[in-house]
């Protein structure tokens, strides 16, 4: 028998993919090509079983309904008229005459292991218990293997009724999971034939024709609304270029497919690419990049009991305290390198108090951060390797071609870095301004995501808090961070006598991986010069 084309919704549509060959064979409701519209993507299955005689068709062409798109043989003929049918409405008319009974008829699946890319894992985890209602992509179990551990979601919406698996136990692909009781027998929008013709199928047929239509036509042939857990990577595929058996796939399966390589035509992500991530998951252990937003390990022992020692009781960290803590152990990764200099900042003293209550008039204050802020950012343009991030090959690195320094402000929660933004066309009064607007958002808890991302180099400060020196960590990915000590006044000679002047105790920790010592040490010591004659950034 021929295949012909269904009726898409649209007057034609593109051939972008093939998915078959002769001599395949192929089962019903098996894609075979997928047809592409200015608006949408349709993955064409086929009415019966059979094997493919010819294909009728190229990639590229352009079809219409009716058009003969593959012979197949072995087919059962009276399956044929299904696919040919041009409205929607009639076969659900048909259903609810035919079987009003069905939807009231709910029948019991078990749930298997689906093809976890690995031989076998381990059940770490129960979800769900025995009574529980789940919706489909729904998770139900956790499994692990050496490396990772993924979350099983359930194909069906039920009430679960027994649970086969227990924790800790081995399970590979087939293997039941649980039995899922009040699943609807036909919950597919194909028409009675196919639906009596096949009652014992679990997986939900949605006609070409349904798939390419608004949701305003035809509501009823939406799309099971994910479960909350994969909403997230719902919305984040919705501008990769899949097909919605595939975007189904990830969606059971938790994947973005942002981060899946495609291998078919025109960048197109199979299945196969999706399983291949997976496996890849389950089967390679995590790099430092890309544990950024979860808890790097710290390597240490867990704490020994220390009850026989004393009382003692636990204090909850701060929020702020908790969410940096994956970001300070990336530390433990880089190599870093502290570089001490002191820059003579007497002179931009006497500037600084000379311009104070002229600013002070207009509601800024000025400190002499303000000054540094103009200094690094005018350096960094020339000592641009500071200014960059080391890429995930360890082979280049990524250069910034602005500058977006990181000020550290102390709050009552602790320590939050919102980003000056290109402080090199600012300024002084500018950079004035924007310090103490940023200070103030920070403390009133009033900063935004993108006033804390992006910064390039970053700089903090121990203010009038004390001390001599200190070594502050690289803020992962920048390469490099400078710390400044409170400022004192020393005897510096001046070849023929001591001169009380101004000494700022300069702090610059780098990443040795990047930067050398050579050139860390000239950066410290082109930044004390600039600080002892500002109008250097004028040359």
Known sequence: MEIKTPDLGVEKAEVSEILVKVGDKVTKNQSLLVVESAKASVEVPSPV?????????????????????????????????????????????????????????????????????????????ILVKVGDVVTVGQSLVVVESAKASVEVPSPFAGTVESITVSQGQSVKQGMPLLVLGGVAGAKSNTSIQLAASSPAQTAPVIQPQAVAQSSQSAPQIAEPKPAALVVESTANNADVYAGPAVRQTARQLGVDLHN????GINGRILKED????????????????????????SGLPPLPDFSKWGASHDEPLTRLQQVSIPQLSLNLYMPQVTQFDHADITDLEKLRIELKDEYKKQGIGLTILAFIAKAVAHLLLKETRFNSHLNDDGKSIKVREEVHLGIAVATDDGLIVPVLRNPDRLSIREIAQQLAEMSQKARDKKLGPNDLAGAT??????????????????????????????????PMWDGSAFQPRLMLPLSLSYDHRVINGVDAARFARALAVLLGDLRRVLL
């Not at 400060?461 to 020393?490: C, D, H, K, R, Y």
């Open 457 to 490: 180099f970053t700089i903090t400060s121990l203010g009038a808090m004390g001390g001599t020196g200190f070594t502050p960590l690289v803020n992962w990915p920048q390469v490099a961070i400078l710390g400044l000590s409170p400022a004192v006044m020393q």
């Open 260 to 263: 899946v390589k495609a291998t």
């Open 49 to 125: 079983d059979g094997v493919i005689e010819r294909i009728l068709v190229t990639q590229g062409q352009w079809v219409q309904e009716g058009v003969a798109l593959f012979t197949v043989s072995g087919a059962v003929e009276e399956i044929a008229p299904v696919v040919e049918t041009p409205a929607v409405e009639k076969p659900s008319v048909q259903v609810e005459q035919s079987t009003p009974a069905q939807p009231s008829q709910p029948t019991s699946q078990t749930v298997e292991v689906p093809d976890l890319g690995v031989d076998q894992a381990d059940v770490s985890e």
């Open 274 to 297: 999706v399983y291949a991530y997976v496996k890849q998951r389950l089967t390679t252990a995590p790099t430092p990049s890309s544990t950024v937003a979860t808890s790097a390990p």
